[in-house]
């Protein structure tokens, strides 16, 4: 994959985590237990039959073990602005014996490239929440654009339920809780969620299947292009 630029984009609202790129495991499992490791690995399923997938903000690599499993035929491209975490990652695939599997690129997801089909399969876990609203209106169609239509988009990330009042609270919390830390460690400017949802939405994708953890704060789900299934 070809990731150079031809244009400059505007620095990114996503921050700078080489800071606390070698604690994020310590500092997930302190702060939710296994719960983002579970998300993960949900709807896994759906990239059995995939060749090509496209993995964005995979972090320390720890992903890529059930990804592996789950789509033994395939390849994988994996795209990180943060250049500690992509050398992390590497690592880890390297000692799950997988490197010629997994091509590594450190960029930002707004200098990718349009090539339709280029993959058939994409998984976002805990990174669209790394961008402002403004950012997913060029990150999404981008990476949409070299999905092949029928394509999976597996997702994972923060979420606010809707139901119940305090449930709702208490989510809004962690969020600012996160927000806040985040801010502090790395420079990430966000202060709210973004409307990931809706940007795949906007996007023609819909989603055919979702499951939710720690009481609706974190969710897994599986989007496609088309009409509910």
């Known amino acids: 994959m070809d990731t150079a630029a031809n244009r400059s984009p505007a620095p990114p609202t996503s921050g700078n985590y080489a800071r606390i790129a070698r604690l994020y495991r310590s500092l997930e499992y302190i702060a939710f237990g296994r719960s983002l490791e579970a998300a993960r690995s949900t709807f896994l399923d759906s990239l059995a039959d995939c060749r090509s997938i496209a993995v964005f903000g995979a972090g320390d690599g720890r992903c890529f073990k059930p ?125 709210s969620l973004p409307p990931m949802d809706a940007a795949l939405r906007r996007n023609g994708f819909v989603c055919e299947r979702e499951r939710s953890r720690s009481a609706g704060l974190i969710r897994s789900a599986l989007y496609r292009r088309g009409e509910r299934r």
């Open 67 to 191: 990804l592996l499993s789950a789509a033994p035929q395939a390849r994988f491209i994996s795209l990180d602005l943060d250049a500690v975490m992509t050398s992390l990652a590497q690592t880890h695939v390297s000692r799950l014996g997988a490197a010629e599997r997994v091509q590594f690129v450190c960029a930002d997801v707004r200098t990718l490239p349009s090539q339709p089909g280029t993959y058939d399969g994409v998984v976002t876990q805990f990174f669209l929440d790394c961008f402002a609203d403004e950012d997913l209106q060029q990150i999404v169609p981008l990476i949409a654009g070299n999905l092949t239509p029928a394509g999976p988009w597996l997702f994972a990330d923060f979420a606010i339920p809707t139901s119940p009042p305090l449930t709702r609270w208490r989510a809004k919390l962690w969020i600012w809780v996160l927000c806040s830390f985040f801010r502090w460690q790395t420079g990430h400017s966000l202060r």
